[in-house]
Antibody, heavy 121, light 107 residues
Framework: EVQLVESGGGLVQPGGSLRVSCAAS????????MSWVRQAPGKGLEWVAN????????YYVDSVKGRFTISRDNAKNSLYLQMNSLRAEDTAVYYC??????????????WGQGTMVTVSS | DIQMTQSPSTLSASVGDRVTITCRAS??????LAWYQQKPGKAPKLLIY???SLESGVPSRFSGSGSGTEFTLTISSLQPDDFTTYYC?????????FGQGTKVEIK
């Protein structure tokens, strides 16, 4: 079964750091671009960052540039998001998502269940 | 950044109705548009990619059309399971951006 499972969410104080992880299974992880997408409570979806197959290309939304770092370990079939200098507005469910191939590239065909990150004192 | 605007924000309809949701981009995105369905407390589910291609396993009552800056998602005959929220997303240029969502509710 194709699956993405996030972990590592929790409560962190403003200015703090947190790393969330995503474990992939059931497909050739190293063949796909991967993304993080977040959703603040009661709000819409926001793409955060993505990374190419070998980790040599990374893109970020402006609001997290310089604070968040996306990375991957293909040997471990895992995706990561290191979040530093966290702000209250970063509070959200963070989803790991697979970007499709070919004409689907950039559309997210597989999603994890999400992990909640709460930034509060 | 490319802004994606969905209309309406809320849509009231009945089982069996034909409904259409519109998504407008602030600049041309060719056909690089996806539609998702999201149920409360769940991850989004891909319905349509490349504006009009139906994702595998998605019922044929869902269809997408459009190009350039204006796109539509049509549900030909609403089923009870379809009353939830829908999002469009452009993947033409970074940052990828989503519409604000359309909630389809029971009339």
């Amino acid at each position: 079964e194709v699956q993405l499972v996030e972990s590592g969410g929790g409560l962190v104080q403003p200015g703090g750091s947190l790393r969330v992880s995503c474990a992939a299974s059931g497909f050739t992880f190293s063949s796909y671009w991967m993304s993080w997408v977040r959703q603040a409570p009661g709000k819409g979806l926001e793409w955060v960052a993505n990374i190419n197959q070998d980790g040599s290309e990374k893109y970020y939304v402006d609001s997290v540039k310089g604070r968040f770092t996306i990375s991957r370990d293909n040997a471990k079939n895992s995706l990561y998001l290191q979040m530093n200098s966290l702000r209250a507005e970063d509070t959200a469910v963070y989803y790991c998502a697979r970007e499709g191939l070919g004409n689907m590239g950039g559309a997210f065909d597989i999603w994890g269940q999400g992990t909640m990150v709460t930034v509060s004192s | 950044d490319i802004q994606m605007t969905q209309s309406p924000s809320t849509l009231s309809a009945s089982v069996g109705d034909r409904v259409t949701i519109t998504c407008r981009a602030s600049q041309s995105i060719n056909n690089w548009l996806a539609w998702y369905q999201q149920k409360p407390g769940k991850a989004p589910k891909l319905l349509i990619y490349k504006a009009s291609s139906l994702e595998s396993g998605v019922p044929s009552r869902f269809s997408g059309s459009g190009s350039g800056t204006e796109f539509t998602l049509t549900i030909s005959s609403l089923q009870p399971d379809d009353f939830t929220t829908y999002y469009c997303q452009q993947y033409y240029s970074y940052p990828w951006t989503f519409g604000q969502g359309t909630k389809v509710e029971i009339k």
